[in-house]
């Protein structure tokens, strides 16, 4: 009698052991499901939010300009990069820096980010941000004398659009040139060498937890 108690218990638990494997492994498959499904959710996601950003990203034209007053100044002269939004869509400018490949690096006071609106939206005037790099001093080793400086200038302008979704960096690269005028005394000017198109250069930190439909209300603030 006793035989037949042991073998029924032992079937017992060899069943409730197999059935608690199997309900594991079901488990296993259905976590891993969802993990997935999330996965995919977050990519689809993140895709759209890229898309998003791509959509409603401001066009940027970046000039390096001085005071007009002080081009004639062989010694130096206040800098200043002069950012012109002349795409159909507002955005945000983050960043703005300018570094010399003699060493120094200039970074603008101006506090970021700063809103830039729209050439083709009649009533933003602020289509123009001029902002300031501070106080340099010539490239040129020898300012009485015609022709184009071996210092080469690079600018740095990060962006992102109006929703800050994604961001962007533009870089131009420039060269001072001077111009010996009639009266013996140097004119400086500062001409570019080449700009980039925009880099992207971030947009899982903005969206990486943010849902579809997050997605979708931005969109309808956006338009």
Sequence with gaps: MNDGADG???????????FTAVTAIAAAFSAR????????ADETSRRAVEA???????????????ESSRSR?????????????????????????????????????VSMPVEIGSKAISYEPNWVLVVPLGEWPRLT???????????IVTTEVEFTDIGKLVAWCQRARWQERVQIQPDGLPTF?????GTSEPELISDLPRSESRPVGWVRRVWRRVW
């Design 141 to 151: 080793t020898n300012p009485h004398v015609g022709g184009d400086s071996d210092v």
């Design 73 to 109: 100044d062989p010694v130096s002269a206040p800098m200043e990069l002069e950012i012109s939004n002349i795409g159909a869509n507002r955005g945000w400018i983050t960043k703005a820096v300018a570094r010399r490949s003699d060493g120094p690096e200039y970074t603008t006071t």
């Design 189 to 193: 000017g500062y001409v570019t060498l």
């Design 8 to 18: 029924a218990l032992l079937w017992v638990q060899i069943v409730g052991t197999g």
């Design 52 to 66: 998003l950003g791509r959509a409603t990203k401001p066009l940027l034209s970046v000039g390096l300009v001085e």
């Design 33 to 40: 499901a969802a993990l997935l499904t999330a996965g995919k």
